[in-house]
């Protein structure tokens, strides 16, 4: 009989609630990079584990690493308190600004920098005492103070009450012992400040559909223009703002020209609910293609696609990107579509990682109708290696990236890719 | 001692019941939120599925209608507006059918007034009928 009691109260403690699942970790830094200013930055926004206390943010330049003011507001969205501040961007171990923030919940980070204005939402987290340290220490408590109250009243010859006081303290230790046992089978409370979590998780949002439009709506060849993404979701028509922060970004843009002499991978700014903008410069006339990675809290990623034209233009051409020249060693030698092939890049010594990685490689079909973003897995020594298993036979064209002290190098280089039987 | 180990185990069960099960209850849904323009506090008795009563009181701004819609972005529902009566200055009342399931929700108020229109967000779980 206490066998099966102590069963299923084994059981009930196991089985007691659902987990909960959470997009956002206390005490973990955020980590958003941002294409703002012309600059590439990554913003680290620390976590506190006290309200009100500090909320810490940081600003890490990557491309160029020349020291770049931001201006900083952080907002409670719940009672619209709003903290000021600026950052130095800096290449390494950024001068942390400290902002005090008061509330756990819902917030808004805003950063200036130029003209140009991006509104990042966020949630502070802090951490609550577990359920399981409750009851180990509420139950050793209770165990101490009834077996106190049992010695006192057995000597005083109450025996059936010592014998009850006796019994309360078995149930303490008992309380605490199970749960000693069975703590990391408990449900974590949610940390204060997380949002509202279903009972059963859905698992997958709907899918959200992007809008890719230039403003002006023609740029000329050399001259400053927005690159705007609107998201819409697929279901509801409403603007889509639930972007996850994936490989530190909401969302990873790559913008090339039609014949791949033009590669841009940036990381646009949040101007409004569902809206993404970056500004750019193409230094070519033709067409171009936007590829745009993002991920929906709690779904999968997705690939937007977007084209748009410069027109020629009477200025020069304002940038270029920042290629190196670059010998690939491609295994197997001819790359077979749908085969794994491994491609290895020479690095110079002191490579940083970048977006969460030491190495990126974009692949893109020449048509622009595929686009692949692979990462680098951790080499040893100067090396990238990337193994992608390009879908199709034909032409791609590739860009490898990684970070150095002092900016972003961008490797081009062409894969012919042969058809699966073709070399027998 | 048998009963006194069986009484305790017991104890110990119900105890890890009460800590770990005492949040399945919908409670009633109290939330702020602050725009540029309007900043409310969104209260509903009872969020479940069905038939709901959304008090809406305008922390700040001068709100002249309320329309009052939800979405639940795991699933892709959206419902029609309800337009929110103002009862007096400054606090309004949405009755009508706002979630279809339970799960968690984004209720949307839409405020006009002199100052513009604004849409403000809060979340909301909403429990079974």
Redesign the interface.
């Known amino acids: 009989?206490?066998r099966l009691?102590?069963l299923?109260?084994v059981l009930?403690?196991v089985t007691?609630?659902p987990a909960a699942a959470h997009n956002v970790t206390a005490g973990a830094d955020l980590r958003i990079a941002q294409t703002i200013d012309g600059a590439e930055l990554t913003v680290v926004i620390k976590g506190t584990s006290r309200v009100p206390g500090p909320l810490r943010i940081g600003v890490v330049a990557y491309e160029p690493v020349t020291t770049l003011r931001l201006g900083l507001q952080v907002?409670?969205?719940?009672?619209?308190r709003t903290v000021t501040g600026t950052a130095e961007a800096a290449p390494r171990d950024p001068r942390y600004t400290e902002l005090t923030v008061t509330r756990t919940g819902p917030h808004e980070l805003t950063l200036r920098a130029g003209d140009e204005v991006a509104v990042i939402p966020f949630r502070v987290l802090v951490e609550r005492g577990s359920?399981g340290d409750?009851?180990i220490y509420?139950?050793l408590f209770l165990a101490g103070t009834l077996l106190v109250g049992g010695v006192l009243t057995g000597a005083i010859a109450r025996r059936g009450t010592a014998?009850l006081l006796?019994?309360g303290a078995?149930?303490g230790?008992?309380?605490a012992a199970?749960?000693v046992v069975f703590e990391q089978s408990?449900?974590a409370p949610p940390p204060d400040g997380a949002?509202?979590?279903?009972?059963?998780?859905?698992g997958?949002?709907?899918f959200a559909q992007g809008k890719v439009v230039t403003v002006p709506d023609r740029p000329a060849q050399g001259e400053e223009f927005t690159l705007r993404l609107d998201l819409v979701?697929?279901?509801?028509?409403?603007p889509v703002d639930?972007l996850a922060v994936h490989h530190e970004a909401i969302a990873h843009v790559v913008v090339t020209s039609e014949d791949g002499r033009y590669f841009r991978h940036v990381h646009p700014l949040r101007t409004a609910p569902g809206r993404l903008e970056v500004r750019l410069r193409a230094d070519r006339p033709g067409r171009y293609f936007a590829h745009t990675e993002v991920e929906?809290?709690?779904s999968g990623g997705q690939l937007l696609t977007g084209a748009f034209t410069v027109r020629p233009g009477d200025a020069p051409a304002g940038e270029s990107v920042q290629a190196a020249a670059v010998a690939p060693r491609l295994q197997p030698v001819a790359p077979v579509a749908g085969r794994p092939a491994t491609i290895e890049l020479d690095a110079p010594a002191g490579v940083r990682p970048w977006l969460g990685m030491t190495g990126h490689l974009l692949v893109r079909s020449q048509d622009g109708a595929f686009m692949g973003h692979v990462h680098e897995m951790g080499t040893p020594g100067s090396r990238l290696r990337f193994t992608f298993s390009f879908p199709e036979p034909g032409r791609y064209l590739a860009w490898a990236q990684y970070a150095t002290a002092d900016r972003i190098v961008t490797a081009p280089f062409t894969v012919d890719v042969a058809a699966a039987g073709s070399a027998r | 001692m048998k009963r006194l180990a069986a009484v305790a185990v017991l104890v110990a069960a119900a105890v890890a019941l009460f800590v770990a099960g005492g949040n399945a209850a919908a409670e009633p849904l109290r939330a702020s939120t602050t725009g540029t323009r309007y900043a409310a506090t969104v209260l509903i008795e009872e969020p479940v599925t069905g038939r709901v009563s959304v008090k809406v009181v305008v922390d700040s701004g001068d709100a002249d209608t309320l329309a009052v819609s939800a979405v639940m972005p795991d699933m892709g529902h959206s419902t029609p507006e309800l337009t929110a009566r103002e009862q007096r200055p400054g606090r309004f009342l949405a009755e009508g059918e706002l979630f279809s399931m339970s799960g968690v929700w984004d209720l949307s108020l839409r405020f006009d007034g002199p100052a513009g229109e604004e849409q403000l967000t809060v979340k909301a779980l909403i429990g079974d009928g």
């Open positions: 009989m206490i009691l102590c299923v109260a009930l403690l007691a609630a907002r409670s969205v719940e009672d619209g359920a409750f009851l509420g139950g014998m006796a019994g078995a149930a230790v008992t309380v199970m749960v408990l449900p949002g509202p979590v279903a009972a059963t998780p859905v997958g949002r709907p979701d697929g279901s509801t028509g409403r639930d929906r809290q709690d």
